[in-house]
């Protein structure tokens, strides 16, 4: 184990300049010899094995509203969803037939 004695920065990908150990820290001897702080070649790294989980691919806001269902929105509501998502009402008047026509589209 290796005891930081002064903050370590290093740059980013994007150009900023960011705090990798601070002062105090303790890192192993690879993270030190990989960070510069101790001379010799950190030791050969080994891709982790077991399970991984992967972040969600989209992201979701707990505070934003749930979507109203097609079957509880008025006809503008409907009119507009078919324009938001490009689908053509054709000749569909009442509720009923707009959300065959969306939900057919989807």
């Known amino acids: ?5 002064s903050h370590v920065y290093r740059k980013a ?3 900023r300049t960011v705090l990798l150990y601070a002062e105090g820290m303790e890192i ?13 070649k950190p030791s050969e790294s080994r891709p982790a094995r077991g399970l991984v989980i992967k972040a969600d ?23 507009e ?14 509720r009923a037939e707009l959300v065959a026509v969306i939900e057919s589209a989807r």
């Open 81 to 94: 969803v078919c324009a938001g998502e490009e689908i053509d009402p054709g000749d569909a008047n009442t």
């Open 28 to 40: 192993t001897d690879d993270e030190a010899k990989r960070a510069g702080l101790v001379k010799g």
């Open 1 to 5: 184990m290796y005891t930081v004695k």
């Open 57 to 79: 691919a989209t992201v979701r806001d707990d505070n934003a509203p749930a979507p109203k269902p097609l079957e509880r929105m008025n006809l503008a509501e409907l009119h």
């Open 13 to 15: 990908t994007d150009g």
